[in-house]
DNA sequence: TCCAATATAATTGTATACACTTACTCACAC
DNA sequence: GTGTGAGTAAGTGTATACAATTATATTGGA
């Protein structure tokens, strides 16, 4: 398949072959249940059934897919109810991450976190929803990787892989972005300010609010 | 090799591959920074490359072992700063635990928290720590699963597989078993209550005190 | 017609073979 | 002696082959 023709950033064909399947469960293009056959994908992506099964393997880690020995494996996508958990999950320990990040975020990561968000403040203006969802998520993984914890970071960068696909709907909705963005400002300047409750606070807000948002499209997509 | 002739519990050679190495890791017998070389796991097992591939791409999402393409993977054990980080998370998402748990918990499961508890009650007498140690293990998860969270389920039992090796420390501590019996009591009488309130402090005063238990012993093994 | 038993197909699990990339060694030039 | 480069070895990445298991279809009997 044309797709891993090239091989970009030295990724493996696992490494691709994961990354696909798991945009493909949380995006909904495997549905919940459905059973999926490493031949049938194999021969779709244009490899061997190694890879592919190396990569259901590591999705079966992360709980998207559930391995029966010997029958194969089904798909167990991410439903409205576990992103509403996962949600809360992040709450608690986003709190955790602000502490540390606040206090331990070396100088080159502020510069970084700033970077971000001025260009968050151009795509906004420019509307580019794809852009901003990829800055979005990268203003919050330099914010968990200077929080020095391997873990914590495995954790919450995990965390936003599960709720991308409610996350990119939020983002969407009218006004979210001009929204978001005022978040965003609110934390960088805690960050900068070094204050570690004004941090908190501002991050808690904008994840309240990210899942209120998300809450109300659950809704309405589920109705 | 023998440990896997028999292949228990119906388990494929990757998951018993993949539990072994993890433990493993776990319990420092894979040190940290070293490598992991396919073909030499492979023959100490009697087993060909394949499930040892793909154990090893498990480890990897989970944070255990770094893969560097074509150059081999490298062990990323657990280091006390790691199991101090996870236990904080911990504490802030089993109180999160506590109160699903006990607002769903089934009678079914209610029983079987009861009669774990009384296990440990006669193990406690009869100082088995390794029996104690697996049924507390089981306790937790039942509380777990009760929560109906599947991704809260998931991060929790990861993280009790993550400490696994200084909970087992810490249960060996002189007069922690009698005590850690204490702290499982008024958590189970807490759910049979049904107070949420009782039991996410029973259970938040029985982590950290673990963890403090836990800290005890790092320190001393470090220094 | 319906059930059971058996053959057949489909699919996963494991082993092996080959390709590709990286590390290592040793000779040769300077 | 030191640096460079070809050749070799070691190791990972991918494909294929075969074994084991489970699902499906078919046939024969009641």
């Not at 029958?71 to 996508?77: A, L, N, S, Y």
């Not at 970084?112 to 151009?122: N, V």
Request: glycine content about 4%; hydrophobic content about 40%; overall charge negative.
């Amino acid at each position: 398949m044309d797709l891993f023709d090239q091989k970009k950033e030295n990724k493996s064909l696992t490494t691709l072959i994961f990354e696909k399947i798991r945009e493909d469960i949380i995006n909904d293009v495997y549905k919940n249940d459905e059973k999926i056959i490493e031949a049938k994908v194999a021969e779709e992506m244009g490899v061997s059934r190694t890879p592919v099964r190396e990569a259901i393997k590591q999705l079966e880690l992360d709980g998207l897919v559930e391995n029966i020995p010997n029958r194969g494996v089904i798909v167990k996508g991410v439903t409205p109810q576990d992103i509403e958990d996962i949600y809360t999950m992040r709450l608690a320990i986003e709190g955790i991450a602000a502490k540390w990040s606040v206090e331990r975020m070396s100088e080159d990561a502020l510069k970084d976190l700033k970077d971000i968000y001025e260009l968050m403040e151009f795509y906004t203006v420019k509307k580019d929803i794809e852009k901003i969802f990829e800055l979005n998520t990268r203003f919050h993984e330099v914010i968990y990787k200077a929080s020095s914890s391997r873990y914590l970071e495995h954790v919450l960068t995990d965390f936003q892989q599960f709720i991308k696909s409610t996350r990119k709907i939020s983002l969407a909705t009218e006004g979210r972005v001009e929204e978001a963005l005022k978040e965003h400002k609110k934390i960088l300047d805690a960050f900068l300010a070094k204050d570690i409750k004004a941090a908190t606070d501002a991050l808690i807000y904008h994840i309240e609010h990210s899942k209120c948002n998300a809450g109300k499209m659950v809704d309405r997509t589920t109705k």
